[in-house]
């Protein structure tokens, strides 16, 4: 799931001309430019039947969307959204259900000289869980 949600992202030309490779997993490098984004994947639940598991996950994300001014961490908020689809999409081997944006909420995590502004997406991804999980 996480290698399908970085595709998206770095494939969408909204996202890459704002934020380019600056997308990671579980951390924002101190020394990486802005703006940028930092993915967690915060709570996963396996579905499951009185016969075992289907297959099917609902995964909590977070999405932060880091930039040197305001105006910059929502402009990459609204094409993160943008980029990530409600509809069924299969990248490699795990299909994604669906992509949906929960909450949102902004802060300023920077001191002078070097504000850091950042908005917080929570989205809901229903996934295929990959082949040996």
Not at 88 to 109: C, K, M, W, Y
């Amino acid at each position: 799931m996480e290698a399908a949600i970085t595709s998206l992202l770095t494939n969408n030309a909204a996202v890459a001309a704002l934020a380019g490779n600056r997308i990671n997993w579980a951390l924002r490098p101190d020394a990486v430019a802005l703006p940028a984004v930092s993915l967690h994947r915060i709570s996963g639940e396996r579905d499951r039947t009185m016969t075992g598991r289907t297959g099917l996950v609902s995964s909590t994300v977070q999405v932060d969307c880091y930039g040197g001014t305001y105006g910059q961490a929502k402009a990459l908020a609204r094409a993160v959204i943008v980029a990530l689809p409600h509809a069924q999409t299969e990248i490699g081997d795990v299909i994604l259900q669906g992509i949906f944006p929960d909450r949102e909420a902004d802060s300023f995590e920077g001191d002078d000289p070097t504000p850091l502004y950042r908005t917080r997406l929570d989205f809901s991804v229903w996934h295929s869980e990959p082949q040996g999980g």
